[in-house]
């Protein structure tokens, strides 16, 4: 597999706090890449360091060799990287329909002006959106929810619903922070058939994840971050049984 993601030395200190120091991993094209570590580790930084959220300190990020360190947040979605959050950002005042056709803005191309004249490409072009927006909802198993406001959803549906949003820009990368979280067994048995199938299907992700036996049964390799340091790297297999890695993180858990 060739590399999709280059992270090379990333450093983000706020303050006195060095959340992130030298940083560097590689996301091949077609894996599934976990992120791991506890609670402050600097996962979620590293995410908005990624994606624009955060201007790095030093060090580089690179998606298909294409800089991303120094983008805006929709620099970096049009590239080709997609994320969701740890905390959901849905508009919750939109259907779930208009959340994912918000999306698709990353992917189209009709200006103000064919808008408000409503020229046939413009038209053909939302069309299609709507098209692709309800088909992403009956993939994340939701299109019966499509005209509820995201607000009235249950959690577990909000989380499937931010997926479905983040396909809408069709990424090269899809970056997930907990995307299990609030979710009962059932549906996190769904979800990672879904994260499969998407996988089978070509497309990359990265993952953020705290249920142990999800990410490990689910990633084909692993990076662990403690204090916004990497101190391991490598499969679930190898990882697992890092010392550091247990002593850090995975205590009684590890397989």
């Known amino acids: 597999m060739s590399a999709l993601l280059a992270v090379s030395g990333v450093s983000k200190a706020f303050g006195g706090l060095q959340a992130l120091s030298d940083i ?16 402050g580790a600097g996962k979620t930084t590293l995410f908005n360091a990624l994606t624009g959220l955060y201007t790095i300190d030093r060090g580089e990020v690179r998606l298909n060799g294409t800089r991303l360190d120094g983008c805006k947040p929709h620099q970096v979605l049009k590239a080709g990287l997609a994320r969701t959050f740890q905390n959901i950002r849905l508009f919750a005042e939109m259907t779930a329909l208009e959340n994912v056709l918000v999306g698709r803005h990353a992917r189209t191309h009709s200006g103000v002006l064919g808008a408000v004249l409503r020229l046939p490409a413009t038209r053909r072009e939302e069309a299609d959106s709507r098209a692709r927006a309800m088909a ?5 198993g939701i299109a019966g929810h499509a005209r509820r406001l995201a607000r009235n959803l249950p959690y577990g549906d909000q989380r ?3 997926i ?6 069709e990424p090269a990368l899809l970056a997930l ?4 979280a609030g979710m ?4 996190r048995a769904a979800l990672r058939d879904l994260l499969l199938q998407l996988q089978h299907e070509g497309l990359t992700l990265l993952l953020i994840e705290h249920d142990v036996k999800l990410v490990m049964g689910l990633c084909d390799r692993l990076a662990v ?14 990882v697992s049984r890092d010392p550091s890695v ?6 009684d858990e590890a397989l």
Do not use: C
């Open 136 to 140: 992403l909802l009956e993939r994340v």
């Open 177 to 180: 922070d907990e995307p299990a």
């Open 246 to 251: 247990i002593a850090a993180y995975l205590g």
């Open 24 to 39: 560097s991993l590689q996301v091949n094209a077609g894996e599934i890449f976990g992120l791991i570590g506890p609670n």
């Open 160 to 162: 499937r619903l931010e």
């Open 164 to 169: 479905a949003r983040a396909l809408a820009s």
């Open 225 to 238: 971050l403690d204090y916004g340091i990497k101190i391991a790297e490598g499969t679930p297999e190898v």
């Open 184 to 187: 009962n067994p059932a549906e």
